[in-house]
């Protein structure tokens, strides 16, 4: 059996899935992309062969006993079923406090079931019959199981007078109605999910509301494989939980589109389980635009914030490596099945030849035109604007803090010329070597190789250059050419401009690129083309 499902989107063709059972889907967005309407759309299609399981709804028992009628259950579940078929189910429930009711019955009557079954082939003799049934679990022995793999240690049982009970690490048993929010919420999941018919279209909306992931995660694995004979689809919020389910696949939400208070269509694309990429590139996939901007750095870097400030229409994602830069864009524009992403990388200069930057380019990797993120935050043409701005404010001269701040850059680095330009040409001697690097033709020769590089002059030549800049008072040569965050060089400049900290400065820098255009225009500038790469369809 196959559950089919169009979606109109705004990119113009519609989305088709088909969802097999045994098969499942996550539905992931944040709030306000239309996952809810997403959702009521999959059940009208299907209500049928469906059954909504919604963890934002009524989650508490009114008592642990059952208090419906056979009667009284058919019907109830006749007006829940025409009820979660509206539009308006979306957001307003008639029969919250019916849905925990039900459950509780389907779980003891499903016990009952069992029991009567195995009675009934005992009655008639067929002792092999009862025996065979008798080895099937128990919806309730089930669920206990489930539980105790999802970290929850409560344990669950039907006593006299068909009352459900509980017992929390050995404890006295206690009503159902007493369980926390989260445990009544994994009971009744795994409840509901237990004692649909084989063939069910099961919709999980949001579990992760009372539940933690160290808890919902496993569950829901556990009843996928329970529940084979059934089609699961999960709307979430938690990127985490499709990469715990790796053969799932995954639809991103990114937004809706409405005609009048009805959704129309909606941004979605589709991750296939059999993607050829890594878990840690779908976890950065997961929730993103569909431009995605690598970098180098951490997640508490300078990097992540100023880049997303240059690159607002972006997802800015941090790599620890340049290596990790290029894995990643490579990654996803090699993976024909993610056409609808569009990977993007950027690096430091670190001294890069043209040839390296042109051939890093080619990849979608973009080397910045200075030596590193400090490069950008301390630009002198930044430093002219902070200077403007904190003397609008502090009523100190703007000029006077900007030669003050270009003497104490000039003073802080001299002492520093020699190490500062053996750094720098690291690189440049690297690449040297690699250039004689043997080839395979002249390793099954076995003819020696002598590789002779004048380091000395090598520095000698780059201690020239830095002392001329120093001469020229080019600060803007010395900080786009070498790795001025190992001297005091920064700290000077942050105090000569007015500011206690670094921090202080760099935040500034932040603020000044939001509320400036012409600032944050220079920025981009520094990377190329990469702005307007960004921006073309």
């Known amino acids: 059996m196959t559950f089919n499902f169009t979606i109109p989107t705004s990119g113009g063709l519609p989305l088709s899935i088909s ?44 008592s642990s006993s059952v208090t419906l009628s056979p009667a009284q259950k058919r019907n109830t579940e ?17 029969y919250a406090a019916h849905r925990a009711n039900i459950a509780i019955y389907d779980l003891i009557d499903a016990e009952n079931i069992r029991a009567r079954n195995i009675a009934r082939a005992v009655d008639g003799g067929n002792i092999d019959l009862a025996k065979m049934l008798s080895k099937e679990d128990a919806p309730i022995k089930i669920i206990n199981e489930l539980l105790r793999l999802s970290n929850i240690p409560v344990e669950i049982s039907v006593k006299e007078n068909e009352q459900v009970l509980a017992s929390k690490s050995g404890s006295a048993q206690y009503s159902v109605a007493e369980l926390s929010d989260g445990e009544r919420n994994a009971l009744l999941i795994a409840a509901s999910v237990l004692t649909v018919p084989p063939g069910t279209l099961l919709l999980i909306d949001e579990p992760e509301r009372h539940l933690h992931r160290s ?71 997961l929730g993103s635009r569909r431009t995605l901007l690598f970098i180098e750095g951490d997640e508490g870097s300078l990097d992540l914030p100023l880049y997303s400030l240059i690159f607002p229409n972006v997802t800015v994602i941090s790599k620890s490596s340049c290596r990790d830069v290029d894995h990643a864009v490579s990654g996803i524009r090699g993976a024909t099945e993610l056409h609808w992403l569009r990977a993007f990388g950027v690096v430091d200069n670190d001294r890069r030849t043209p040839e390296d930057a042109s051939r890093l380019k080619e990849k979608g990797v973009y080397a910045v035109s200075v030596y590193s993120v400090e490069s950008i935050y301390y ?10 701005r904190h003397a609008s404010v502090t009523g ?17 680095v001299a002492p ?51 002392d001329q800049a120093i001469a020229a008072e080019d600060v803007e040569k010395i900080i786009a050419r070498y790795p001025v965050r190992e001297t005091p060089m920064l700290t000077e400049i942050t105090r000569k401009l007015g500011f206690q900290t670094r921090d202080q400065y760099e935040g500034a820098v932040r603020r000044l690129l939001i509320d400036d255009a012409a600032t944050l225009d220079f920025l981009k500038s520094l990377f190329g083309t990469l702005a307007a790469d960004l921006a073309s369809t």
Not at 78 to 94: M, Q, V
Not at 379 to 388: D, L, M, R, S, W
Not at 396 to 412: P, R
Request: net charge neutral.
């Open 78 to 94: 006749t007006h829940i079923l025409n009820s979660d078929a509206s539009a308006e189910s979306r957001w307003k429930d008639d």
């Open 396 to 412: 100190a001269d703007a000029e006077t803090l900007i030669q003050t701040a270009k003497a104490a850059t000039l003073a802080a």
């Open 215 to 285: 808890i919902i995660s496993p569950l829901l694995t556990l009843l996928f494989a329970k529940r084979r004979d059934c089609a699961f689809v999960v709307s979430t919020h938690d990127v985490m939980l499709p990469l715990d389910n790796p053969h799932a696949r995954t639809m991103l939400i990114r937004g809706c589109a409405y005609n009048g208070s009805m959704v129309a269509s909606w941004d979605a694309d589709l991750v296939p389980s059999e993607s050829n990429i890594d878990e840690e590139l779908k976890k950065d996939i």
């Open 416 to 466: 520093h010329v020699q190490r500062l330009s053996e750094r720098a040409v690291e690189k440049t001697l690297r690449d040297e070597l690699d250039k004689h690097w043997p080839k395979r033709a002249e390793i099954s020769a076995g003819v020696p190789i002598n590789i002779t590089i004048d380091v000395a002059a090598t520095v000698n030549r780059e201690v020239a250059v830095f």
């Open 19 to 62: 969802l097999s059972i045994g098969q499942s889907i996550f539905v992931l967005g944040a709030n306000g992309t239309g996952k809810s309407s997403l959702m009521q759309r999959f059940y009208s299609a299907h209500h049928g062969k469906a059954q909504r399981i919604s963890a934002h709804r009524q989650t508490w028992f009114a």
């Open 379 to 388: 630009h002198p043409e930044v430093q002219k604007k902070i200077a403007v």
